[in-house]
């Protein structure tokens, strides 16, 4: 399986930008039980701290993936303030990747809910930052959805 061929590759590569490009690569996988394996990385000694955002920046380039990247953070939140405590700046980082793929009014309104008990210090300006995103992308797809779906079917892309 490719996968683990990039995993083990990973795992054994001496050069960083060699085990960069792998863990990039592994997010990119739309399996689902690749996509856990993926997001079980986060939480081992595989990768270390400053690298978990490389894996889930593959993740929110396809629907199964932004699904299950919100799924991760909400179930996991304690583990992952842990691993990437507040102060820090990597959780602001993630937050803003493992949301940035969101695209529905329905996303946006499960993240606000995630979020309302929240002490969002350390990341509160990411946090907003990524709302500001997602509301854009809504409005910019309710504004211009048709006209980009007749532009990709004229140029065959669909």
Not at 75 to 95: D, F, H, I, Y
Request: aromatic content about 8%; overall charge neutral.
């Amino acid at each position: 399986m490719q996968y683990d061929k990039v995993l083990n590759y990973y795992r054994t590569s001496t050069n960083s930008d060699e085990r960069n490009t792998c863990l990039r690569s592994l997010g990119r996988a739309q399996d689902p039980e690749l996509i856990q394996r993926t997001l079980a990385m986060l939480f081992g000694d595989d990768i270390k701290s400053q690298d978990v955002y490389m894996p889930v920046g593959g993740l929110r380039t396809h629907p199964a993936g932004v699904k299950a990247l919100f799924a991760c953070m909400t179930e996991n939140w304690g583990e992952l303030t842990k691993r990437l405590p507040p102060a820090l700046s990597m959780l602001g980082t993630m937050v803003t990747i493992m949301t940035s793929g969101m695209t529905t009014q329905d996303q946006l309104a499960q993240l606000d809910k995630f979020f309302a008990d929240k002490n969002n210090n350390g990341y509160d300006q990411s946090l907003e930052q990524s709302k500001d995103s997602i509301r854009s992308k809504i409005s910019w797809l309710g504004r211009d959805r048709d006209d980009v779906a007749a532009w990709l079917k004229a140029n065959k892309y669909m």
